[in-house]
């Protein structure tokens, strides 16, 4: 009995230290406001992020024999999930963003 009080008691103050000594989390500072950026899209139109549809976006170089078909193959998974949850491609915009040094 006296044991189970002192395994009890030892864990409750080991509960109340890491609680007193745990780090809080801090508000960032606001530094500025950052513009809407303006991309070249490939039909020849600029693309912006103020639209409302949520936005799935994806970094990826055009020449990349092996990561960059694996990232499209998740995407098309991403998006067959969004469908089976009743969610059409109308709703957010898939944009991909080239990391080539000409692109």
Do not use: W
Not at 75 to 101: A, H, R
């Amino acid at each position: 009995m006296k044991k189970n009080i002192v395994i009890a008691s030892i864990l409750f103050i080991g509960f109340v230290v890491v609680y007193l000594f745990m780090p809080r989390t801090v508000a960032l500072p606001k530094l500025a406001h950052v513009k809407d950026p303006h991309l070249p899209a490939i039909t020849g139109e600029t693309f912006t992020f103020s639209t409302e549809k949520p936005k799935l976006v994806a970094f990826f170089f055009t020449e990349c024999p092996n990561v960059c078909p694996m990232t499209v193959i998740d995407l098309l998974k991403v998006q067959q999930s969004l469908v089976d949850e009743g969610i059409s491609e109308q709703q957010y915009d898939v944009v991909f963003i080239t990391l080539d040094p000409d692109g």
